[in-house]
């Protein structure tokens, strides 16, 4: 799967002292770690050693995260600014399904592109969710 990336910014002040904490976040790592997209709040906590639970988190959390330089499917996913991370990953897991189920297409069924066969490619993807739990 291709690279898929996003530049995340938050500053803010807090007694009197000026915060500005980036990183760069790799949304394929995300996805396939937790199978959703986690807080990005919490991810630059994290990456900066910010304890989630202080005042200077809380301060931070209400500030509006800015988004930029969204790499691979990201994209398609950034607006004027406004990032849509539950779009996203829904896409992301669809297309990775779609990717995962392909070759058996090929293999099984001589179907070198399911979607040209869009009721069999909804049939096995549904398949596919009922037996992963989704």
């Known amino acids: 799967?291709?690279?898929?990336?996003?530049?995340a910014c938050v500053e803010f002040s807090f007694k009197g002292e000026?915060?500005?904490?980036?990183?760069?976040?790799?949304?394929n790592q995300l996805l396939l770690q937790h199978g959703s997209l986690p807080s990005f709040h919490v991810i630059l906590a994290k990456l900066h050693k910010l304890d989630t639970y202080s005042y200077l988190y809380e301060v931070m959390e209400a500030t509006e995260i800015e988004f930029s330089n969204p790499a691979g499917f990201a994209a398609n996913y950034l607006f004027d600014g406004e990032f849509d991370?539950?779009?996203?990953?829904?896409?992301?897991?669809?297309?990775?399904?779609?990717?995962?189920?392909?070759?058996i297409a090929t293999r099984e069924l001589g179907i070198d592109?399911?979607?040209?066969?869009?009721?069999?490619?909804?049939?096995?993807?549904?398949a596919y969710s009922l037996g992963s739990g989704a």
């Open 1 to 7: 799967m291709q690279k898929n990336s996003i530049d």
């Open 85 to 103: 991370p539950p779009a996203l990953a829904a896409d992301w897991h669809a297309a990775r399904v779609s990717m995962l189920l392909q070759p």
């Open 113 to 126: 592109d399911l979607n040209e066969h869009p009721e069999l490619k909804r049939a096995l993807m549904a």
């Open 18 to 27: 000026d915060y500005r904490y980036t990183a760069s976040i790799d949304l």
